[in-house]
């Protein structure tokens, strides 16, 4: 309970200063905890640096393409997370980011290939085309999406809609 108040706590306090004017007060103070938890549960503001990148990975597989995508709206139509995130993009000093960030992609590609396989079973997807290649044009769309998204004054959700479309009309041309 503490430790994901302090997680929230970090996630918008980053998101609103950016990594380098967040102090751990502030985060504590936010988080209605001392700073002797908060040092207990992460001995630097690295550590809670990478715990909220890491948590991406707990994320269950998406059932199915409709699912993934709406996952992906819903991060990028929240503005902490779209502030967190901008942010963490300009980091590059924090020991272990590379690799959290590595995992994190890793793990998103694996939820994925899990979807358009559902996608392929239930015969939404074509199977002419390799897997392969249906990920990578899903996530260039996605890559796209997000893109604008964080650089861009958009309705994430309204743009979103329009990520499905791409994605559902993407998957119909590798079709048969």
Do not use: N, W
Not at 69 to 84: H, K, N
Not at 119 to 141: C, F, N, S
């Amino acid at each position: 309970m503490m430790r994901e108040a302090i997680l929230r706590a970090g996630l918008t306090t980053i998101g609103d200063r950016g990594y380098r004017h967040a102090t751990t007060r502030e985060i504590c103070r936010r988080a209605g905890v001392s700073s002797g938890t908060f040092f207990h549960y992460f001995p630097t503001k690295a550590d809670l640096l990478l715990a909220l990148l890491d948590r991406g990975e707990d994320q269950p597989a998406a059932p199915d393409l409709r699912a993934f995508l709406d996952q992906v709206v819903a991060e990028a139509a929240d503005p902490v997370v779209r502030a967190f995130v901008r942010e963490v993009s300009t980091l590059a000093e924090v020991p272990g980011l590379a690799e959290v960030l590595e995992a994190e992609e890793t793990g998103r590609r694996a939820r994925l290939v899990a979807a358009l396989e559902t996608e392929r079973a239930a015969g939404r997807a074509g199977t002419a085309v390799a897997l392969e290649e249906q990920v990578r044009r899903v996530e260039l769309l996605v890559a796209g999406y997000e893109s604008l998204v964080a650089t861009s004054e958009v309705d994430a959700r309204a743009l979103g809609r329009t990520l499905h479309e791409m994605a559902r009309v993407t998957l119909a041309t590798l079709a048969p």
